[in-house]
């Protein structure tokens, strides 16, 4: 029997719509250097998540790199002129 509180039927089906982000095309890995903190991590994920076309953004502060999924291949100098603007230098693709 159905939990009445539960939008998920018994089948495992949902009943209610759910607006979900078209999963990203494009996986693109940018070497970026002079983060060191969580900050700088969240700078930088902040800065190339507002250009147009990306989806997802994962920073790693440690290896110094920056994985970015996205609609369609994305601009090099876009995302460097982002990452340049909150700080930091990209320094070309992984």
């Excluded at 693109?28 to 969240?42: I, L, P």
């Excluded at 989806?55 to 440690?62: G, I, L, M, N, P």
């Excluded at 369609?72 to 693709?93: F, K, N, S």
Aim: proline share 3%; with cysteine.
């Amino acid at each position: 029997m159905e939990d009445p509180m539960s939008c998920c039927s018994s089948d495992g089906t949902c009943s209610t719509t759910v607006t979900v982000d078209a999963p990203a095309a494009v996986t693109t890995v940018f070497a970026v250097s002079g983060m060191t903190c969580g900050h700088c991590e969240q700078s930088v994920g902040k800065a190339i998540k507002a250009l147009d076309g990306v989806r997802a953004v994962q920073v790693d502060v440690t290896s110094g790199l920056v994985t970015v999924g996205s609609a369609g291949p994305l601009d090099d100098e876009t995302v460097r002129v982002a990452v340049d603007e909150a700080g930091y230098e990209l320094t070309g693709r992984a």
